[in-house]
């Protein structure tokens, strides 16, 4: 007996083209191969049980580490030509802002990056966490642990970054603190040394790292070389794993991560998630970590919509009385509105792994 998959017709008719769009360069490069493994794995599990709609889910792997207009003019002109019907994938908000207008109503949009929050374009729906969401319980809660009180932002200068440090500062507010220098640097940043004497000058005991991918490694090793993971504490909501081990065992001392899903988080899920991914691609394949877990849960996310809907034809986001759920690596979740409601982890660097300390 053939499984539904099996009998998937090459017409075109029956294939369903995704542009995934992630990055393959650029600072945020790294994050690229786990991305496009989560995204493939899950388009093969949904192909084993039919695809979507009955059709097979194929992946159009797009560069999202281009410039932001050249990403949107090439994914604008794919679905201008009916070559995709469908975009998923995890890239900076720059590139986002470009591109959701470009496509609004005309495919759906699935963005699965952690970002600032408050996208309504119509036909985006997001998996991501935002600044709200995560940000004010986790440092209220590294506050309450450690007792920081002043904080300085470390962030590249883009949109996501700019965007997040306004909303930290009301935040350090609620927090019995206050945010006492902000400082950002352009992306491809390769000398921190500067960065670092400012957080020493300001007095601060905690920095926000809002850095993009190879720039946190770099900033990381500087700022533990200057001995600064001594006496102040540093939390990202954009690290990784990959991060992780591409910053070292010696500069994770002091380095705290909020995240939505870390692959340490055990639980039955999780757990399961990781041993398919493991077992399709190898022990040497790159860790998904959370950036590259959530392209998985973009491809999954389309699936329901298809499901629930009927069709790819985009509507308005899920209202009161319609429910939009599945079952993915990050437990049962929901989608209201246009985000996908979530559990979220605060996590404490132990050498090149995340110890999850509590849940926000």
């Known amino acids: 007996m053939h499984s539904t998959a099996a009998r998937l017709s090459p017409d075109r008719r029956d294939v369903l083209l995704v542009a995934l769009v992630i990055p393959l360069h650029g600072p945020a490069g790294i994050f690229g191969p786990s991305c496009e493994l989560s995204a493939q794995l899950a388009a093969e599990e949904l192909n084993a049980g039919g695809g979507i709609l009955d059709r097979e889910v194929r992946l159009v792997v797009v560069d999202g580490g281009a410039a932001p207009r050249q990403v949107a003019d090439e994914v604008a002109g794919l679905v201008a030509l009916g070559a995709v019907d469908a975009v998923v994938g995890w890239h900076d908000s720059a590139v986002r802002q470009a591109l959701a207008p470009r496509i609004a109503n005309r495919v759906p949009y699935i963005y699965t990056a952690q970002y600032e929050g408050g996208e309504e374009t119509p036909g985006v729906f997001l998996t991501g966490e935002t600044d709200i969401q995560q940000l004010a319980p986790a440092m209220r809660l590294l506050a309450g642990a450690t007792g920081v009180r002043r904080w300085c932002t470390v962030g590249s200068d883009y949109v996501w ?86 910053s070292g065992a010696e500069a994770s001392e002091g380095l705290w991560a909020a995240a939505g899903y870390f692959d340490s988080l055990m639980t039955s899920e999780s757990l399961s998630f990781g041993h398919r991914y493991a077992r399709r691609f190898g022990d040497e394949a790159p860790v998904a970590g959370s950036l590259g877990e959530s392209c998985f849960e973009g491809i999954l996310l389309l699936g329901a919509l298809a499901e629930r809907r009927g069709s790819l034809a985009v509507s308005a986001p899920a209202g009161p009385d319609e429910t939009i759920c599945y079952e993915g690596p990050r437990g049962a979740l929901r989608l209201r509105g246009n985000h996908l409601e979530q559990r979220l982890y605060l996590a404490r660097a132990d050498a090149l792994d995340f110890e999850i300390t509590a849940q926000l």
């Open 161 to 246: 970054p700019r965007v997040t440090a306004r909303t930290a500062r009301r935040f350090a507010g609620e927090c019995r603190g206050s945010v006492v220098d902000e400082v950002f640097v352009p992306l491809d940043t390769e000398e921190f040394g500067p960065v670092v004497r400012r957080v020493e000058a300001c007095g601060a005991d905690a920095v926000l790292m809002l850095l993009l991918g190879d720039d946190a490694v770099r900033f990381n090793r500087a700022f533990t070389a200057a001995g600064l993971h001594q006496r102040c504490v540093r939390l990202s909501t954009h690290m990784d794993e990959n991060l992780l081990l591409a």
